[in-house]
Each structure stands twice: as C-alpha cells, then as structure tokens.
C-alpha cells in the first residue's frame, strides 16, 4: 500500500475508535487491561524471542552498549510491563469527572467535565516497554493511540502489539483504538505529525534532535521537552549532610535520566565546606566537575565552566558548578540556564525555600529532596507517558490527566439569556 493511504487509514481508524473509547466505562476498560497484563505473562516467552531479532539485528548494525541495554527485554522486563499494566488498572479513571459546579445567578448550573484529548501519537525510541507505557496511559485515559516505536525495536514492538490487540479483542473493546505502525519508514513520521484531521495531539520521546524536529514540522500540537538541565542549589542555612546525599543521588542514580542533577550551585557562605566535601564524594564516581572561578578555588582538580557548561544536559559524569551570593542569584542562573525541567533548593529557613518555589521557572521545584522524584510513579500518577517542559497543556510528569482536557457543561430550567 502507498505509504500515504497506509497513514490516512491508521488516522481514519483511530478517530473511530477514540469515539467508541469515549463512551467506555471504567469497567470495561479496566477488563481489557487486567487482561493484557495476564497475556503478557503467558507470552512472555515469545516476547523475549522477538526481542531477541532486534538484539542480534542491533550488534550487528553496532550499536552501542546504552542502546543494547534500553533495548534488551527479559523475564524481569516483562514481568515489570504485566505489573504497570494492573498499576494503571487501579488507578481512578478521570474521565466523566466534574469540578467547580456551581449555580449561577441566572439559575444555570456550571461545571467542568473531564473528557479524552482523542487521538494521541506518541514517536519514541529504544525502550519496548514504552510501547506498552504509552498504550495503556492512553487507553485507560479514554483516548486512541497511534505508535510508532524506534526502528530498532521492530520485532518486539510488533509482538507487543499483537497481544495488546488480542486483549482487545477478547473483551470486546475496539481493536483501533491502540496501533503501532509495521513500517520504519521516516516519511510516515512526517505523515503522523501533520495529520491534524485525524490526530489530536503528538507526543515525542526520544533524543533532542527528534524533538526539534517534530516541533518544528508538527501541525499537530505538541507535548514536549528538550533537555532535563536539573539543578540543586544548596543554600547558606542548609544542612550540609543532606545536601550531600541529595547531590550524590540526584547526580550519581542514573546519568542518562532527564531528572539527573547536572548544575550544582552554592551559596558562598558555605561553599569553602561544601565543596571540598561533595568533590570527594563524588570522586569514587568519577564526575567530572566543571566550575567556575570560585569552585576551582576550593576544588583544585575542577576543569573551568563556559556559558555552554551551565546549559548543557550532560547524561553523563559530568556536571558544572557554581558559587552563588544567595538565593536571587541561584534563582537568577537557573531562569537563564536552566530548561525549566526540575530545580531543587537545600534550605532550613521556610521563607527562603518559598521564595525559590515561588521565582523559579520549572514544572518541578523541590525543597529537600532529590531531583530524582521528578517521576510520574514517584508523584502518584502510576506511569507517565513522558514529561512535559510546556506551559500548555500539560506540564511536568504527564499521567492521565495530562491525556485529557475539560469542557464546560451547562444544566439548565429553561433559562433564556436577557
């Protein structure tokens, strides 16, 4: 089929089912994927052999060591996938939900009504589990979805889909309403993101490049973010105990994360303290610290920081520091550096923790704690289907309720408008 008419039939189908999923009950969608997650443990087995082609495909085409391991799936991965399957199942389904009903003077009823964007495309990379992730977030949020995974996770991705359409199948939910596109053709990424007939809004996972393009050629809305440049600004009061493990986690827990600390700022009342300390713990680590002239004074193997240094994502052993006057100018250099992503202060003093939260520009900002929580799991929200750095519509950690939007609904008595 010419791959265009392949493209308006998937969009064609989707918006058809994303009105029957619009109509779904809480039961019936719950059903479905109760038993997903029992078919993806029976078939776990040919799930692993599927994984296995895109494996032995990836070492032959050389990819590297990072790439094989976001690919790889196994028992534990599957089990995993079963498991966020049943975590969504139990979590409310917010659609149908009504807030801020009130009466108005003319005798009307308001209220707000939580509804499905409709159809979402989701393009990722790598992660097969992703395509699992992103079916259910969307399913169970009353929307369709159309997929379309990494070249490089084919086989797995297919096979994936194979089982979540039986599931459909088997509780008489509509088949369309999750497809994952057989084809690694780029052109058909081009198609999806500009089919504003048929799809609601597209949602990016992957590197930067893929992002910048999606944004810039989209005709669909977008939901996205570029870069995870998190920062923790460890204050004149804070305890220094905590400030340490915060860093070493929020640096150390897994590099290549967007919630991963990658600028350290300190104030300079306790920099000549901190500094030396947070360097040896981290040495073990082999981070390298880049700083500015302030850092190198009390950290004598720190390389010199440019303007670049402080706003790049890393996603690695590397992380850039700076000695700061106090909260203005932590919040000043995050506002200009950072990627309003996820910001953290160390602070005993309420007022002063206020006022970061309050100036700072991120979709996260934490008081005492690791960037590293900046998690759809970790804030409650069960999965996440990616996390948002826009204003609009949703931002942070996006859940269920980033999957949907509101529309007003008027009740009324016969009331005419004067």
């Known amino acids: 089929m010419i791959l265009s008419d392949y493209m308006h039939q998937l969009g064609q189908r989707a918006r058809t089912a994303s009105r029957q999923m619009a109509r779904a009950s809480t039961a019936q ?138 599931a459909l199948c088997e509780t008489d939910m509509p088949e369309d309403a999750v497809q994952v596109l057989d084809t690694t053709d780029r052109e058909a990424v081009s198609l999806l993101i500009q089919d504003d007939r048929h799809v609601d809004v597209i949602v990016p996972r992957g590197g930067r490049g893929l992002i910048e393009r999606i944004s810039r050629d989209a005709r669909v809305p977008v939901i996205k973010h570029l870069d995870g440049n998190c920062h923790i600004y460890v204050a004149a009061d804070a305890d220094l105990a905590m400030a340490e493990r915060l860093v070493v986690n929020a640096k150390t827990r897994r590099f290549g994360v967007c919630n991963a600390l990658e600028s350290l700022l300190v104030d300079s009342a306790v920099a000549a303290v901190f500094l030396p300390k947070i360097a040896a713990a981290l040495a073990p680590r082999s981070i390298e610290i880049r700083g500015c002239d302030e850092t190198r004074k009390f950290i004598a193997h720190a390389t010199p920081a440019s303007d670049q240094d402080y706003a790049t994502e890393y996603l690695g052993p590397v992380m850039s520091c700076r000695v700061v006057a106090d909260v203005d100018a932590a919040v000043e250099h995050i506002n200009r550096y950072g990627s309003g992503h996820t910001d953290a202060i160390v602070t005993a003093t309420i007022e002063r923790a206020r006022q970061f939260v309050r100036d700072v520009d991120s979709a996260s900002v934490m008081v005492n704690a690791s960037t590293a929580f900046a998690d759809g799991f970790e804030y409650g929200l069960g999965a996440e289907i990616g996390i948002s750095t826009d204003k609009i519509h949703a931002r942070g950690p996006v859940g269920l309720e980033g999957l949907t939007s509101q529309k007003w609904v008027v009740w009324g008595e016969g009331q005419t408008r004067p």
């Open 29 to 166: 969608k719950n059903a479905s994927l109760l038993r997903l997650a029992d078919l993806l443990e029976a078939e776990a087995g040919a799930l692993i052999a599927a994984n296995a082609l895109d494996l032995a495909a990836g070492r032959e085409q050389q990819l590297d060591a990072a790439l094989l391991d976001r690919l790889t799936l196994d028992a534990k991965g599957v089990a995993g996938m079963a498991e966020g399957v049943r975590q969504v199942a139990a979590l409310d389904d917010p659609i149908g939900q009504t807030s801020n009903g009130k009466y108005l003077p003319s005798g009307i009823h308001l209220s707000q009504m939580r509804v499905p964007l409709g159809v979402i495309g989701i393009i990722y990379e790598s992660r097969p589990n992703v395509t699992v992730d992103a079916a259910i977030l969307c399913f169970k949020s009353g929307n369709a979805a159309i997929l379309r995974g990494g070249k490089e996770a084919l086989n797995s991705n297919q096979a994936i889909a194979r089982i979540v359409h039986r």
